[in-house]
C-alpha cells in the first residue's frame, strides 16, 4: 500500500512564509515526477509545480518567483517552499506524486494523492 502523507500547512500572515512537506510510503520501487496542486474554495485544482525525477521544474504563473519545489529522492519527498504568500494563496494544497510500487508478482504505476493540508493566508 502506497500512501503520500503531508505536513506543514497552517495559518500565516500575507508576506510570511510556509514549507510543505510531502513523504511516500510503502512497498516503493521507484518515483517519477512529483507535483503541487492546489484547490481553492469555488475553484477547480490548479496545477502549482512539478518536478521531474531528474529536478527540472516547472511553476504557475501565479507562484512563479515566491514558491519553490525540490525533491529529496533518498528520503522519497517532495518540498514546497511557499515565501511572500498571499492571500489568494489560501487553498488546499495536495501533492502528487508517479509511483512505481511493488504489487505481488508485477509491479503497479499510477498516481498517487495526498490527502491535503490547508494553507491560509490572512490579510
Known amino acids: 500500500q502506497v500512501q503520500l502523507v503531508e505536513s506543514g500547512g497552517g495559518l500565516v500572515q500575507a508576506g510570511g512564509s510556509l514549507r510543505l512537506s510531502c513523504t511516500a510510503t510503502?512497498?516503493?520501487?521507484?518515483?517519477?515526477?512529483m507535483a503541487w496542486y492546489r484547490q481553492a474554495p469555488g475553484k477547480e485544482r490548479e496545477l502549482v509545480a512539478h518536478?521531474?525525477?531528474?529536478?527540472?521544474?516547472n511553476y504557475a504563473d501565479s507562484v512563479k518567483g515566491r514558491f519553490t519545489i525540490s525533491r529529496d529522492n533518498t528520503k522519497n519527498t517532495v518540498y514546497l517552499q511557499m515565501n511572500s504568500l498571499k492571500p489568494e494563496d489560501t487553498a488546499v494544497y495536495y501533492c502528487?506524486?508517479?509511483?512505481?510500487?511493488?504489487?505481488?508478482?508485477?509491479?503497479?504505476?499510477?498516481?498517487?494523492w495526498g490527502q491535503g493540508t490547508l494553507v491560509t493566508v490572512s490579510s
Open positions: 510503502g512497498s516503493i520501487f521507484s518515483i517519477g515526477a
Open positions: 502528487n506524486a508517479d509511483i512505481t510500487h511493488y504489487s505481488g508478482a508485477a509491479n503497479d504505476r499510477g498516481a498517487y
Open positions: 518536478i521531474t525525477s531528474d529536478g527540472s521544474t
